[in-house]
C-alpha cells in the first residue's frame, strides 16, 4: 500500500494555507452582514490495486475540497437587496464542482450565474473498453437575467456556455492493425433563450425561444506510432483533423396549462430544427516497414449537412367527473424527420521513392434519410374513495412510423407498429401507512428491433408505513417479465427488484439511523445469428444483493454520523463485490467553528479477474464557520 | 400513412390532428377562462398576494401570525426559516397571513384549542393558495404521483426550522437533505442501481441529483432537451452526442439511450446493459461479415472499430466521427 501523502508536501503546504486563509475569511465576513456558512476539508488517500479503476468509478482523488459554501448577504430590514453565493466541489479532491450566485435588488431584476464543472475519467485495465482512455471536463456557465416587475408576467433571458475539453485515446483500425490515436477535444455549445412566462393569471402559459450553436473543433494525432499488439513494423506517424462542424439547433417551446375546480389542461408543444454542417478533412498517415519502403495516407475531405426537424407535443386533460373520480385523458406526439447527405472525396495515398506519389480513391455522393414518427394516447379512471382507498385503470393506444435508408442501395426500412396495452391499480393512503399495488400490460404488432420485448407484464408493489415514536418502514417490490417469439430473437427477460428498509428519527433529529436491503435479479436470453451463420445466444445474469446502513447521533459534544453501502452480484456473468462506507465525527471547537474528522473506504472485488480491483481509505480534516 | 410534405419540415395527418386539438383547447380555454377570472379576481391585494385561485373567501378573515405564536412557537420561528423568509420578501401581510394560510380558517380553534378544530397538516389545497400554477404543471408530467397520491408535503418541507425534518441545511424546501435522498424514499430500484459500480456521480456524499434529468413540475429548467425523444435528457450533458447525424445509429432515435445503456446505474462499466459488447450488439445485427472472428478480443469488442456508435458523420459503418 503506497500513500500518495507523503508524496505532494508542497500541495500539502498550500492547502494549509488555504485553511489558514480560509479561517480569516469568516471573520470581517460575519461583521459586514453575512450569514451562511462556509467548509472546507483537506483529503489524503491511500490506496492498493487499480487507482484507474477508482478514478473510473468515483474519479475521486486527495487534496481540497470546498465542502460547503452558502452565503447570504442582505441588506437590512428595509431593502430586498440580497445576495446568494452557493458553492461546493471546488479543489480537485472531487469530480464535480458548483457555483451560482444570485442576486436579487431592490428593483424588479433578478440575476443570477452558475458554473458547473465535470470530470469524467475512465481507463479500465481489464474487460471490452481497456483500450479506451478518457480524462475530459465538462464545464457549463449559465447567467440569467429576469424582468419581474409585471404583475402577470415575468420575461427572462438565459445565456449558456458548455465546454468539454481534454483527451480521449481509442483504437484506430488501420493497415489491419490497431494502433493507438489520441483526440485533443475542443467542443463549445452556445445557447441564447428569452423566455416568456405568465404569472398569478388562470392559464399559466410560458413561451420560450431559444437558439444553440455547437461547434466542434477537435484535433488528432499519434498517441504511439507502434500498433497495440506490437510486433508489426509499420508506424503509425501522422493524424489530423482540420474539421469545421456546425450544429444550429433553434428551439420554440410552449407550454400551456390551467386548472379549475372540474377540468385541469396542460399542454406543451416543442419545435426544433437543427442544421449540421461539416467540411474538412480527417486523415492518417503510416510508414510502412518503418518508411524503409514508403508511406501509406488515408484521407476524407468531406461535406456532411444534416436537416433535422423535430416536433414534439404532449396534451393532457383532467376531468373530475363526480367526488372522487377523476378521468384522465393524455396525448403525446413525436415527429423527428431527418436528411442528410455527404460529398467529397476519399483518397488513399501511396508515396514511394520510386514511384512518387499516387492517389487511389473516389467521390463520396450519398443521401440518408432517418424519420421517426410516434404518437400515444392513454385514457385512466381513477377513484378516491372514503377510508384512504383509491382505485385506478386504463388502457393506451400508441404507433410507432419507423423509416430510413443509409444508402442509394440499400433497401428502405420502414416499419408502422400499432401497439396497446393496460393498467390497474389499487392504492391505500391513511394514518401514515401507504400501500399500492399495479399491474401493466402492453404489446404489439410489428417489430422495429428483433429485440423489441412483443408483451411485457410489470407488477409494483409498494407499502411505507411512520410506526410513530420514530419509526419508519418501507417494503417495494417490481417484477416484469417480457418476451418475444422464437422466430424474431427469442428474447426471454425476467426482473424482480424487491426490498425494503427500516429508520429511526429521534424527535429533535439529532439522532437517527436506518438500514436498507434491495434485492435486484435480472436475467436476459436473446437467441444471436453469430458472424459464421450459426447459432448462439447471449445471456446476461444479475443477482445483486444491496444492503445499506446510514446513522447519525451525538455523544456528548461530539457529532458521529456514518454510512455503508455493500454490493455483491452473484450472478452467472460477472460476479464482484463493492463496499463504500464513510464516517464522520465532528465538534464545535469555538461558536460557530466546527472541526470535522472524516474517513472513507472503498473497495471493489470482481471475482474472476484481479485488474480492476482497488481498496483504497479517504481521510481527512474539515473546518466549517456558521455565521450568524 | 398519408403524408404531407411542408417545405421546411414533414408533418403527418396525426400532426395536424393534434395541433388543430391543442389550438382548440387553448381558444376553448381562453374563451371558458377569461370571464371567469374577471369574477374571481376582486381586489388587487388578492391578487398581488398570488391568492387569486386560493378560493379563500376573504383576505381580511385571517388570524394575525403574533396571536398564533401566543401559544404555538412556531409562529415566531416560522419567519426566520427558508419558506418564511420568502415570504417576508413577497411583500404585503403574506407572513402574517401565512399561519392561517396553510392551516386554514383558526377562529373555532381559538375559541376552542383543541387539534380537531385545526387543521395541522395542511393538504395540498393550501399549497395551491400561492402555488396555483403547479397543480396544472403536476398533471404534465408527474400523473402517476397523483395516482399514487404524492402530496406537496411528501417532497417539500414546510417551513418551521424547529421540526426533525422541518427545513434541510442544503436544500431548505424539501424534506430531504437532497433531491436524490427525497425520491431515493419512494423510488428504491432506482436509488439501489445508484450504487453501482458504474453509476453518475458528484462527489463523495453528492449523489447524482434526480431533477438534473428529470422535470417533476412539469416544466424543465434547460427549456430545451428533456421534452425531446431522441437522447432526451441525457445530451443536455453529452452534447457531444446531440445530433443530427449523417448516420444515426437507429436505436439511440428510436428508443433513446436506454437502449444501451442503464441510466441509473450498472455493474457494467459506461452503464452499459451487458457486460461483453458483443453481446449487446450481437442481438441486434445478425448480419455481421463472417472474418469477424469471435475467438480474438478485438472482434468481441465491436466499438474498438466501431467507434462512432451515437451516430457518424462520415462513415457508414460508424468507424469514425
Known amino acids: 500500500m503506497k500513500s500518495c501523502w507523503q508524496s505532494r508536501s508542497g500541495w500539502a503546504g498550500a492547502s494549509l494555507l488555504a485553511l489558514a486563509l480560509a479561517l480569516a475569511v469568516p471573520l470581517p465576513l460575519a461583521a459586514q452582514g453575512w450569514s451562511g456558512v462556509i467548509g472546507v476539508g483537506v483529503i489524503a488517500q491511500d490506496d492498493s490495486g487499480s487507482v484507474d479503476s477508482f478514478r473510473t468509478q468515483s474519479d475521486l482523488d486527495e487534496g481540497l475540497v470546498l465542502e460547503e459554501l452558502n452565503l447570504t448577504y442582505a441588506a437590512g430590514e428595509e431593502s430586498d437587496k440580497e445576495l446568494t453565493l452557493r458553492a461546493w466541489g471546488f479543489g480537485g479532491a472531487e469530480p464535480a464542482s458548483h457555483a451560482r450566485i444570485d442576486l436579487a435588488l431592490d428593483s424588479p431584476w433578478r440575476f443570477d450565474l452558475d458554473y458547473d464543472r465535470y470530470d469524467s475519467f475512465f481507463a479500465l485495465g481489464g474487460g471490452d473498453l481497456a483500450l479506451r482512455a478518457d480524462e475530459w471536463k465538462l464545464e457549463r456557465w449559465h447567467g440569467g437575467v429576469a424582468w419581474d416587475g409585471w404583475r402577470k408576467a415575468r420575461l427572462s433571458l438565459d445565456l449558456r456556455y458548455h465546454e468539454r475539453s481534454g483527451s480521449v485515446v481509442r483504437p484506430l483500425y488501420g493497415l489491419n492493425e490497431l494502433y493507438p490515436l489520441r483526440l485533443d477535444l475542443d467542443e463549445t455549445m452556445v445557447e441564447a433563450a428569452l423566455r416568456f412566462e405568465t404569472k398569478d393569471t388562470p392559464v399559466h402559459f410560458v413561451l420560450e425561444q431559444a437558439y444553440a450553436t455547437y461547434e466542434r473543433a477537435n484535433d488528432r494525432r499519434p498517441a504511439d506510432s507502434e500498433n497495440l499488439a506490437g510486433g508489426d513494423p509499420d508506424l503509425f506517424v501522422g493524424a489530423a483533423e482540420n474539421l469545421d462542424e456546425t450544429r444550429d439547433v433553434p428551439t420554440t417551446r410552449i407550454l400551456a396549462d390551467w386548472a379549475g375546480e372540474r377540468v385541469e389542461v396542460a399542454a406543451s408543444l416543442l419545435y426544433r430544427p437543427s442544421e449540421l454542417e461539416s467540411t474538412g478533412d480527417v486523415s492518417s498517415t503510416f510508414d510502412l516497414q518503418g518508411g524503409s519502403i514508403g508511406r501509406v495516407s488515408f484521407i476524407d475531405d468531406l461535406t456532411s449537412k444534416a436537416d433535422s426537424d423535430a416536433l414534439v407535443g404532449n396534451l393532457r386533460l383532467g376531468f373530475h367527473l363526480a367526488p372522487g373520480w377523476t378521468l384522465r385523458l393524455s396525448g403525446d406526439y413525436r415527429d423527428t424527420a431527418t436528411d442528410a447527405t455527404v460529398v467529397g472525396l476519399t483518397l488513399f495515398r501511396i508515396t514511394n521513392p520510386v514511384f512518387g506519389t499516387v492517389d487511389i480513391g473516389g467521390e463520396v455522393d450519398e443521401s440518408t434519410v432517418f424519420d421517426v414518427t410516434e404518437d400515444e394516447y392513454r385514457l385512466t379512471l381513477e377513484w378516491q374513495g372514503g377510508g384512504g382507498w383509491s382505485l385506478w385503470g386504463g388502457g393506451s393506444t400508441s404507433s410507432r412510423d419507423v423509416h430510413w435508408r443509409f444508402a442509394g442501395d440499400d433497401p428502405d426500412f420502414d416499419v408502422t407498429r400499432d401497439a396497446d396495452g393496460w393498467l390497474a391499480g389499487v392504492g391505500y393512503r391513511h394514518g401514515g401507512v401507504t400501500a399500492s399495488a399495479e399491474y401493466q400490460r402492453g404489446s404489439f404488432d410489428s417489430y422495429v428491433f428483433r429485440t423489441d420485448a412483443e408483451t411485457v407484464d410489470r407488477l409494483s408493489l409498494r407499502a411505507s408505513s411512520q410506526l410513530g415514536g420514530g419509526w419508519s418502514v418501507r417494503l417495494q417490490g417490481r417484477f416484469e417479465d417480457s418476451d418475444n417469439p422464437g422466430d424474431v430473437a427469442a428474447l426471454d427477460r425476467s426482473s424482480q427488484s424487491y426490498g425494503g428498509g427500516f429508520a429511526w428519527d429521534s424527535e429533535d433529529g439529532e439522532s437517527g439511523f436506518g438500514v436498507d436491503l434491495d434485492l435486484a435479479d435480472l436475467t436476459s436470453d436473446v437467441a444471436l445469428v453469430l458472424p459464421d451463420g450459426g447459432p448462439g445466444l447471449s445471456t446476461y445474469d444479475l443477482s445483486l444483493l444491496s444492503i445499506a446502513l446510514h446513522g447519525r447521533t451525538q455523544v456528548g459534544p461530539a457529532r458521529l454520523s456514518g454510512s455503508a453501502v455493500r454490493s455483491e452480484d452473484s450472478g452467472d456473468t460477472w460476479p464482484l463485490e463493492s463496499i463504500v462506507a464513510r464516517g464522520r465525527v465532528a465538534f464545535d471547537v469555538f461558536t460557530g467553528t466546527e472541526l470535522a474528522i472524516f474517513g472513507e473506504y472503498w473497495s471493489y472485488d470482481e471475482e474472476r479477474a484481479e485488474v480492476d480491483d482497488f481498496d483504497v481509505l479517504r481521510y481527512g480534516v474539515a473546518l466549517a464557520w456558521r455565521l450568524p | ?321
Open chain 2, 1 to 321: 400513412m398519408t403524408t404531407l410534405r411542408l417545405p421546411e419540415s414533414t408533418f403527418t395527418l396525426r400532426a395536424a390532428a393534434m395541433l388543430a386539438a391543442l389550438a382548440a383547447v387553448l381558444l376553448a380555454l381562453a374563451l371558458m377562462v377569461v370571464p371567469a377570472a374577471a369574477q374571481e379576481m376582486g381586489t388587487d391585494e388578492m391578487a398581488d398576494s398570488g391568492m387569486a385561485d386560493s378560493g379563500m373567501a376573504d383576505a381580511d378573515d385571517y388570524v394575525p401570525r403574533e396571536i398564533c405564536a401566543g401559544c404555538h412557537e412556531q409562529g415566531d420561528t416560522f419567519p426566520e426559516g427558508h419558506h418564511g423568509r420568502l415570504m417576508a420578501r413577497a411583500g404585503g401581510d403574506l407572513l402574517e397571513r401565512s399561519c392561517t394560510i396553510c392551516h386554514g380558517p383558526a377562529e373555532k380553534h381559538i375559541e376552542e384549542t383543541s387539534k380537531e378544530t385545526i387543521n395541522r397538516f395542511p393538504k395540498d389545497d393550501a399549497c395551491l393558495t400561492c402555488h396555483p400554477s403547479a397543480k396544472g404543471r403536476m398533471s404534465l408530467t408527474t400523473p402517476a404521483h397523483q395516482r399514487f397520491g404524492v402530496a406537496c408535503l411528501d417532497c417539500h418541507a414546510p417551513g418551521h426550522p424547529e421540526l426533525a425534518h422541518g427545513e434541510s441545511k442544503a436544500e431548505p424546501m424539501l424534506a430531504a437533505d437532497t433531491a436524490f435522498e427525497l425520491c431515493a424514499s419512494c423510488h428504491r430500484p432506482q436509488a439501489s442501481a445508484a450504487r453501482r459500480p458504474f453509476a453518475h456521480r458528484e462527489g463523495v456524499d453528492r449523489p447524482f441529483d434526480c431533477t438534473n434529468c428529470h422535470a417533476v413540475h412539469g416544466d424543465n429548467r434547460t427549456g430545451r432537451l428533456l421534452a425531446v425523444g431522441d437522447g432526451g435528457a441525457c445530451v443536455a450533458c453529452h452534447t457531444e452526442k446531440t445530433g443530427p447525424f449523417v448516420y444515426p445509429h437507429p436505436p439511440r432515435g428510436v428508443n433513446g439511450c436506454t437502449a444501451c445503456h442503464e441510466p441509473h446505474g450498472s455493474n457494467n462499466p459506461r452503464l452499459l446493459t451487458r457486460r461483453t459488447v458483443s453481446s449487446l450488439c450481437l442481438e441486434c445485427h445478425t448480419n455481421v461479415p463472417s472474418f469477424h472472428d469471435l475467438t480474438q478480443a478485438r472482434y468481441r469488442a465491436c466499438q474498438t472499430c466501431h467507434v462512432a456508435v451515437h451516430g457518424s458523420n462520415r462513415d457508414r459503418a460508424l468507424f469514425d466521427e
